[in-house]
């Protein structure tokens, strides 16, 4: 486990733990995700799992367990993205979000 907490005014670290250790950005990555499609997509809306947001997980990730060709909606994906840290529900939100509402990568 590992974080800093820094006044924004001055710069004074208030708190840290381990903050010079390198850590992945999974989860961040999981809350922007649905950061993006609670801006772009209603909860109502049907998101489609495809073959490819099941099957191209690492080994060991964390999942619900959906198949390619299972439904569920936005809300129920959300639920599961952030309560199951779901990786194959990032992936099938991640397909579903308008293209043009995605950050682009460098």
Known sequence: DGGI??????????YEKNSREAYY?????????????????????TVTF????????EPGASILGARAGDQLSVRECLYALLLQSANEVANALGSTAPAA???LRS
């Open 101 to 103: 509402s995605m950050p």
């Open 50 to 57: 495809s073959n490819e947001a099941v099957n191209t997980l």
């Open 25 to 45: 950005p999974a989860s961040i990555t999981k809350i922007l995700t649905a950061l993006v499609i609670l801006e772009n997509c209603d909860l109502d809306e």
């Open 5 to 14: 907490l820094m006044d924004a005014g001055s710069g004074a670290i208030l």
